[in-house]
């Protein structure tokens, strides 16, 4: 196992965070929306109770994050957006250099139109192993936010709004609202990625990608209930 697939976060780096939000402030900033994306934008939003919520927190360049999206894209798909509701929380992991870079990258994307967020992260999923930290070392910051945006976001979102984008990227309200899921993330006790959450109860199971099978084995259950 390579330095990519090393996806949780050491206690010493957890506790670093926690006593650097106490120098700043214990509040924890509250944004203006709910963080994470919804799997099937908003119309695919569950009334609060009347669906069985699925929570994952990924990080765009972690491949064990890339590995857990399509079985659990599949589950969602099976079950519909009426039964089970997933949204996806970005968690840029602080050992993998380029992942706040990537998930301000969506956050940005969001701003300008929320549908193309998952085609962009299932665009990182396919091409992150050109931005783990072996292959961007002798990279400059500069030159990485250039790559991402003309080789990943620009397909994505049409050339005609790179300019848009790029403005928007280097906006503070982008860089906000990536440290804001982070830090949301260590405020659920988010150790590493994928890490999981059902109807607001972590699942034993994160950390690592589950199958298809544990997923509906998981959920059919709960859906019966419902």
């Given at each position: 196992m390579g330095e990519a697939r090393r996806h949780r976060v050491p206690a010493a780096v957890l506790v670093a965070v926690?006593?650097?939000?106490?120098?700043?402030?214990?509040?924890?900033?509250?944004?203006?929306?709910?963080?994470?994306?919804?799997?099937?934008?908003?119309?695919?939003?569950?009334?609060?109770?009347?669906?069985?919520v699925v929570e994952a927190f990924f990080d765009p360049v972690c491949p064990d994050s890339?590995?857990?999206?399509?079985?659990?894209?599949?589950?969602?798909?099976?079950?519909?957006?009426?039964?089970?509701?997933?949204?996806?929380?970005?968690?840029?992991?602080?050992?993998?250099?380029s992942a706040f870079i990537a998930c301000r990258s969506i956050h940005t994307v969001h701003k300008l139109n929320a549908s193309?967020?998952?085609?962009?992260?299932?665009?990182?999923?396919?091409?992150?192993?050109?931005?783990?930290?072996?292959?961007?070392?002798t990279k400059t910051r500069a030159a990485v936010v250039a790559e991402i945006a003309?080789?990943?976001?620009a397909p994505v979102i049409g050339e005609a709004n790179l300019a848009a984008y790029k403005a928007g990227f280097n906006d503070s309200q982008s860089d906000q609202a990536t440290r804001i899921s982070f830090k949301f993330g260590c405020a659920r006790g988010v150790t590493g990625t994928p890490y999981y959450f059902v109807n607001g109860i972590p699942l034993s199971d994160s950390g690592s990608p589950m199958d298809y099978g544990k997923w509906i084995s998981t959920l059919d259950p709960l859906v019966g209930k419902m």
């Open positions: 926690v006593i650097a939000a106490g120098r700043c402030g214990a509040q924890v900033p509250i944004p203006a929306r709910t963080d994470g994306f919804v799997y099937g934008g908003h119309a695919a939003a569950p009334a609060w109770g009347e669906a069985v890339r590995d857990a999206w399509p079985p659990l894209q599949r589950a969602a798909d099976h079950f519909g957006a009426r039964r089970v509701a997933v949204v996806v929380h970005l968690f840029p992991l602080p050992y993998h250099s193309a967020v998952y085609p962009l992260l299932e665009k990182f999923f396919k091409y992150q192993e050109g931005y783990y930290n072996t292959p961007t070392y003309n080789n990943l976001v």
